[in-house]
């Protein structure tokens, strides 16, 4: 019974997973999981750029930025404690080095077809 639930828990939990973790044979595998990250990271790193430049307008609050950004790392990172600790007017400097980020990101995947 127990190795039933933990089977049932696996599979569901798998299902929860956009690209499930496995090895990659071969390298067009590889090159097609390394898109689908930096693809999931530009979403992340252009929505924090978003919600900063609309908290530095005042046009969000700062409970909404937060958990917008709770998701985070890297620069994102940066932009979310901002958020948390109240600084919603220097947002947009905080996250500027995020525009550095989306461009490495956009030539990773224009050089492997995304």
Do not use: N, W
């Amino acid at each position: 019974m127990l190795r039933r639930a933990l089977l049932l828990t696996v599979l569901v939990a798998s299902a929860c997973v956009s690209h499930p973790v496995g090895p990659a044979r071969t390298f067009g595998t590889y090159e097609g999981k390394a898109r689908t990250t930096a693809s999931s990271a530009l979403s992340e790193v252009q929505t924090a750029r978003l919600i900063a430049t609309t908290a530095s307008r005042g046009s969000a609050f700062g409970p909404y930025t937060g958990q917008v950004l709770s998701d985070a790392e890297d620069h994102v990172a940066d932009v979310r404690i901002a958020a948390r600790r109240g600084a919603l007017m220097t947002l947009a400097d905080v996250a500027a080095p995020l525009d550095g980020d989306i461009d490495a990101l956009q030539s990773f995947l224009k050089a492997h077809g995304g």
